[in-house]
């Protein structure tokens, strides 16, 4: 109940996000610390020509297959599960539908409650100070 949910929006940026939630950009570092995102660059999500870029970079062959999966259903959840490429139902993820995938289950993030972070930010500096 200290966080609510948020969906990052194309070219977002952390502090972008600080600046709508707590009118103040310099409170980037909570919205990244809450989602624990050490690296900005990569484990936040990237705008559509970043990724792009990013993939072209990445891989050789963005269509070539990185694995197999089967979805596997237990009531109303369904799960993807890395197979070989020999099982019963499974399909291939390219390359650049596995990076899509990781991208876009970064875009929906914690953001802490407006009414806290006063308290954390307070007891955040006062353990750096010990």
Known sequence: SLFE??????????ELVAHRQYDDVSLHWVILMFNNIDDP???WPM???N???Y????????DAIHHYEVAQS?????????VDSDAAGATSVSNYNYEADLND??????????????????EFFAKLQE
């Open 5 to 14: 949910k948020y969906d990052v929006k194309e070219g977002e940026t952390p």
């Open 41 to 43: 660059y990569y484990q």
């Open 47 to 49: 705008s559509q020509r």
């Open 51 to 53: 990724f792009i870029k």
């Open 55 to 62: 993939v072209k970079d990445k891989y050789a062959n963005p």
């Open 74 to 82: 237990s009531g109303l959840t369904t799960t993807k599960i890395k």
């Open 105 to 122: 289950s970064r875009k929906q993030i914690k953001i802490l409650k407006r009414e806290y972070i006063g308290q954390i930010t307070s």
